[in-house]
């Protein structure tokens, strides 16, 4: 099974940014996709970014301009860079992977909060 280990959640001003890193047990091209879910309270568990094997990416509506997915293969490594960062993107963030026989796996889960 794929274990998925996220870097630890953040504190951050309205406006300000933070990279988190997803690092996967097996080489990434191991999987069709790797991506961010978040989940605010009181919400359903959302898409955030996606990043599907051959590099192609996809992003929530919400986040679009501000969200950026990336990948260093060679640590087995997702990342998103979070910018502009608004109170509504306070939720706890799931790294996901999907593999190649359609399995799905999850990261712990941890808390982004931005507030002032």
């Known amino acids: 099974q794929v274990q998925l280990v996220e870097s630890g959640g953040g504190l951050v001003q309205p406006g300000g940014s933070l990279r988190r890193s997803c690092a996967a047990s097996?080489?990434?091209?191991?999987?069709?996709?790797m991506g961010w879910y978040r989940q605010a309270p009181g919400k359903q568990r959302e898409l955030v970014a996606n990043?599907?094997?051959?590099?192609?990416?996809i992003y929530a509506d919400s986040v679009k301009g501000r969200f950026t997915i990336s990948r260093d293969n060679a640590r087995n490594t997702v990342y998103v860079q979070m910018n502009s960062l608004k109170p509504e993107d306070t939720a706890v963030y799931y790294c996901?992977?999907?593999?190649?026989?359609?399995?799905?796996?999850w990261g712990q889960g941890t808390q982004v909060t931005v507030s002032s």
């Open positions: 996901n992977a999907v593999g190649l026989g359609n399995n799905q796996y």
């Open positions: 097996t080489s990434i091209f191991n999987l069709y996709a």
């Open positions: 990043i599907i094997r051959a590099g192609s990416t």
